[in-house]
């Protein structure tokens, strides 16, 4: 089973939380196939999300110097010059993710000069990687965006089964995810959803489908004391996967449905 998801969303929208419960959801009823979490997102915190102990070492892919200049011959730090644009990149996933309950963890890391674009040995490592993660590997990956989608290019996108824009009750939210949806159609994604996350009310709901209704909404998430309490204390919500809402059990059905065989 081949199944491919970005999140995206504002910051604060609880964007990663979404992204760890799907992952280990998808993980717990899929045990005899892998999910690959991947955090792409500068303020790296997937990690807490996932439940895997902070003091557990993990260096990002864009940190990986000795391993960026032996695939692409170059000094990480430099641009321009020769170097390899299709960096060896197939074993990084095993040899460097962290596994926990059934959820491999890769941190992509940023690249800290130059910008996103620049043509540097850290961004092609990073380009051929997401690109080798999306296109060549026959399983579940479910990717933690920043704000945008900077990670994802129009090589990508087509094997991308969804991207799922999180929003909250309010304006702020809307303005978000318009432009995270252009971002992804200027690309070639073309199921782009949303998800309602901190519902507390019907109102909520309504609020969010008046406001959004030129959008196809995958589901609401409710506010929960959990999810409160396990955020303001740097932990996983819903040790015991089996016991997430009801309503984000039946969003993970809706996007394993999307799955190719």
């Not at 717990?28 to 997102?41: G, H, P, Q």
């Amino acid at each position: 089973m081949s199944l491919k998801i970005a999140v995206g969303g504002k910051g604060g929208v609880g964007k990663t939380t979404i992204t760890s419960l799907i992952a280990r959801s998808i993980a717990a009823l899929n045990k005899d196939k892998r999910v690959i979490a991947i955090d792409a997102d500068p303020v790296s915190n997937l990690a807490a999300g996932l439940g895997i102990d902070e003091s557990t070492p993990i260096t990002p892919v864009s940190e990986l110097s000795q391993l960026i200049y032996e695939r692409t011959g170059a000094k990480p730090g430099t641009t321009g010059g020769f170097f390899t644009l299709n960096p060896k990149v197939d074993d990084i996933p095993d040899r460097f993710s962290i596994e926990k309950d059934g959820v491999k963890l890769l941190v992509m890391g940023t690249v800290k000069k130059g910008g996103s674009g620049c043509i540097c040995p850290e961004a092609t490592m990073l380009k051929a990687l997401m690109n080798h993660l999306v296109l060549a590997r026959n399983e579940v990956v479910v990717m933690d965006m920043e704000a945008g989608i900077e990670h994802l290019g129009r090589a990508t996108s087509g094997s991308v089964d969804a991207l799922i824009v999180v929003v909250n009750p309010g304006k702020r939210s809307r303005v978000a995810a318009d432009k995270i949806r252009q971002l992804g159609r200027d690309i070639g994604i073309k199921n782009i959803v949303v998800i309602g996350n901190r519902i507390k009310s019907e109102a909520d709901k309504v609020m969010i489908r008046e406001s959004m209704s030129d959008y196809t909404i995958l589901g609401f998430i409710p506010e929960t004391d959990e999810i409160v309490t396990a955020d303001r204390n740097g932990k996983r919500p819903f040790d015991d996967i089996s016991r997430i809402p009801e309503e984000l059990k039946e969003i993970t059905q809706k996007l394993l449905a999307l799955a190719k065989k």
